[in-house]
Nanobody
Framework: QVQLTESGGGMVEPGGSLRLSCSAS????????MAWFRQISGQEREFVAL????????TYADSAKGRFTISRSTAENTLYLQMSELRPEDTGVYYC???????????????WGQGTQVTVSS
């Protein structure tokens, strides 16, 4: 029932920053979680970060810690991923997703956006 739409992807130089957005078509319940996953070429989709919608509590993959920040606007039903100190290995398609309970694997999420391409290259 919920449509998720990512935006903000593009090409940046190594060391640069980018902010991704994910807009939800309807209200996100406080009990739900929202997450960012990414799919690097030739790899399985992997967890990046999640946030508990109601409390704002966050969890990060090791690859994202210290460089990426997940946040949300409850009023605007929008999820964000602020990415800094980007590296070429961050290149891939980034997806937002919604889960009803805590999970860091794709099968735990019931709604997905279409993905947005992030390319880190000089």
């Amino acid at each position: 029932q919920v449509q998720l739409t990512e935006s903000g992807g593009g090409m940046v130089e190594p060391g640069g920053s980018l902010r991704l957005s994910c807009s939800a078509s309807s209200r996100t319940f406080s009990s739900h979680l929202m997450a960012w996953f990414r799919q690097i070429s030739g790899q399985e989709r992997e967890f990046v970060a999640l946030i508990r919608w109601g409390t704002g509590s966050t969890t990060y993959a090791d690859s994202a810690k210290g460089r990426f920040t997940i946040s949300r606007s409850t009023a605007e039903n929008t999820l964000y991923l602020q990415m800094s100190e980007l590296r070429p290995e961050d290149t891939g398609v980034y997806y937002c997703a919604r889960a009803r309970s805590y999970s860091t694997v794709p099968r735990g999420y019931d709604y997905w956006g279409q993905g947005t391409q992030v390319t880190v290259s000089s």
